[in-house]
């Protein structure tokens, strides 16, 4: 039973245009989100979170939305560029809390065209 | 800064035969985490460690996975009969627990295959 759910395998958009990824969660006990970015054959790299105190965060051209009622978070890519192409995975921190449990989603694969 | 630092970075080998995969956590990082990625069930939690000691082990799949932390700057993943259904990507990540919350920093993985 995923608690962590990325329902869009892939996505593909256009360079310079946006880039919307989704994440649901049903546990409202996780107060803590974070977005990895993998590319191929390296590991997964740390890009935005979120406290679930929030409801936006923003850094750079990379913004993170919660909406906590609905369970639901998005990663906003604005502008889309080709190096942006990757494996984006939603994390969640676990009920241990302080100890940085991460559940993770299984991704979306981001394909930016030039 | 030295990241997170995995070895081997591939490992092929016969069922049956034992599988040790290793990692050096970043320094002053003092919880390390060791994950298996799969395409069934994607990135998994399999144990993780906080000051060399094992918190959580419930996501080692079973007594053949054994994981050891004997200083803070080191940490084996051990696979003692490997099985083919063991082949996957391992992660191993640390993070530090200092003020606020801390993201996890990867390796860049061990993919396993077993035959």
């Known amino acids: 039973d995923q608690q962590v759910k990325q329902n869009s395998p892939s996505l593909s958009v256009q360079e310079g245009r946006i880039s919307i990824l989704n994440c649901d969660y049903t546990n409202s006990m996780f107060d803590y989100f974070l977005w990895y970015k993998k590319y191929p054959a390296e590991g997964p790299t740390f890009l935005i979170s979120i406290s679930s105190i929030k409801d936006k965060n923003e850094d750079g051209r990379f913004t993170v939305f919660l909406n906590k009622s609905a369970k639901h978070l998005s990663l906003h890519i604005v502008p889309s560029q080709p190096g942006d192409s990757a494996v984006y995975f939603c994390a969640a921190i676990g009920l241990e809390g302080s100890q940085g449990n991460l559940i993770f989603g299984k991704g979306t694969k981001l394909s930016v065209k030039p | 800064d030295a990241g997170v630092i995995q070895s081997p970075r591939h490992e092929v080998t016969e069922m049956g035969q034992e599988v040790t995969l290793r990692c050096k956590p970043i320094?002053?990082?003092?919880?390390l985490f060791w994950y298996r990625q799969t395409m069934m069930r994607g990135l998994e939690l399999l144990i993780y460690?906080?000051?060399?000691?094992?918190?959580?082990d419930s996501g080692m799949p079973e007594d053949r996975f054994s994981a050891k932390m004997p200083n803070a700057s080191f940490s084996t993943l051990k696979i003692q009969p490997s099985e083919p259904r063991d082949s996957a990507v391992y992660f191993c990540?640390?993070?530090?627990?200092?003020?606020?919350?801390?993201?996890?920093?990867f390796g860049d993985g061990t993919r396993l295959s077993i035959l």
């Open positions: 460690f906080n000051n060399n000691v094992p918190i959580d």
């Open positions: 320094s002053g990082h003092n919880s």
């Open positions: 990540a640390s993070r530090s627990s200092g003020q606020g919350e801390q993201p996890q920093h």
